[in-house]
Nanobody, 123 residues
């Protein structure tokens, strides 16, 4: 079993930056991907970004490309999401997730989830 714990959410103004972190309880599998998803009230959970843990290949949703950066620290088993130029439409609960296998962009493809951290962007 793998536990994922997110941190770093908060209330910011439009244009500000935040960095989210996700600590994994242990190094897990030989080939896996970690990603960030978000869910706004009344909306479905949507893909934000993902990274292959071993090589560091990244993939982003169009809505965050150029503003968000996903990265990982192998030694700390920690995933990050640097969010710049935040917009009110970025307001959501942000979840980190782990997928055993290649990059995926849908929630059902991911095997483990964190509890989420709230990000609120005021205009």
């Amino acid at each position: 079993q793998v536990q994922l714990v997110e941190s770093g959410g908060g209330l910011v103004q439009a244009g500000d930056s935040l960095r989210l972190s996700c600590a994994a309880s242990r190094r897990t599998f030989s080939s896996y991907v970690m990603g960030w998803f978000r869910q706004a009230p009344g909306k479905e959970r949507e893909f934000v970004a993902a990274i292959t843990w071993s090589v560091g290949i990244t993939y982003y949703a169009d809505s965050v490309k150029g503003r968000f950066t996903i990265s990982r620290d192998n030694a700390k088993n920690t995933l990050y999401l640097q969010m710049n130029s935040l917009k009110p439409e970025d307001t959501a609960v942000y979840y980190c997730a782990l997928r055993i296998g290649a990059i995926g962009t849908t929630p059902v493809q991911y095997n483990y989830w964190g509890q989420g951290t709230q990000v609120t962007v005021s205009s």
